[in-house]
């Protein structure tokens, strides 16, 4: 069972910074991608940013410039720094890891931690 835990998020003004870390633990042979998610209300889940083994990182539209993902060497964690906050940046952001584990593949979500640009 692989479990992956997020921490960081809560309430910041416009133009604003935050940092999201994310950990994935439990046996892991070997991670294919590790990135984040986020769902604002009312709308479906889309991706932020996430880092493939091998292929480099990948960001939506609306963050590239501002949001930067990077990846703990030998470790399976992930932290995304976010630059100069939008009001619509706010939304539950969620943690994927994907992977291998013995004998099988994994697809893990975390919990999910809030973040709310507002002034």
């Known amino acids: 069972q692989v479990q992956v835990v997020e921490s960081g998020g809560g309430l910041v003004q416009p133009g604003g910074s935050l940092r999201l870390s994310c950990a994935a633990s439990?046996?892991?042979?070997?991670?294919?991608?590790m990135g984040w998610y986020r769902q604002a209300p009312g709308k479906e889940r889309e991706l932020v940013a996430i880092?493939?083994?091998?292929?480099?990182?990948d960001y939506a539209d609306s963050v590239k410039g501002r949001f930067t993902l990077s990846r703990d060497n030998g470790k399976n964690t992930v932290v995304l720094q976010m630059n100069n906050l939008k009001p619509d940046d706010t939304a539950v952001y969620y943690c994927?890891?994907?992977?291998?584990?013995?004998?099988?593949?994994?697809?893990?979500w975390g919990q999910g931690t809030l973040v709310t640009v507002s002034s």
């Open positions: 994927n890891a994907k992977g291998r584990q013995v004998g099988k593949n994994f697809d893990a």
């Open positions: 439990g046996t892991i042979l070997g991670m294919n991608a």
């Open positions: 880092l493939n083994n091998g292929a480099g990182t």
